[in-house]
């Protein structure tokens, strides 16, 4: 069993950066994939990145991204992050954090989920 805790969303003018935490219970944390993804009002929840459990492989969804975040881990703190610069107000959402056994880009991929972080970017 694994509890995921969201943390670092807030309010940001466009072009400003956030990092996003996704902390774990249970010492099994870097056997799993982590991946984040994101659900807009009125949207369908999207895929934004993974990370596997020893960090060396990253997937990214490009066409949300373009570069300007970054998927990282340390599993001596349990902890996955998603560094966010540039931010648009198309990137406002509720961020969710998810872990797994494999790299996935949907979310059926995933067996654990967080309660989600909101994230708002004002233009």
């Known amino acids: 069993q694994v509890q995921l805790v969201e943390s670092g969303g807030g309010l940001v003018q466009a072009g400003g950066s956030l990092r996003l935490s996704c902390t774990a219970s249970?010492?099994?944390?870097?056997?799993?994939?982590t991946g984040w993804f994101r659900q807009a009002p009125g949207k369908e929840r999207e895929f934004v990145s993974t990370?596997?459990?020893?960090?060396?492989?990253?997937?990214y969804a490009d066409s949300v991204v373009k570069g300007r975040f970054t998927i990282s881990r340390d599993n001596a703190k349990n902890t996955v992050y998603l560094q966010m610069n540039n931010l648009k107000p198309e990137d406002t959402a509720v961020y969710y954090c998810?872990?797994?056994?494999?790299?996935?880009?949907?979310?059926?991929?995933?067996?654990?989920w967080g309660q989600g972080t909101q994230v708002t970017v004002s233009s």
């Open positions: 990370i596997s459990g020893s960090g060396g492989t990253k997937t």
């Open positions: 249970g010492r099994t944390f870097r056997n799993y994939v």
């Open positions: 998810a872990a797994g056994p494999i790299i996935s880009t949907v979310g059926s991929g995933y067996d654990y």
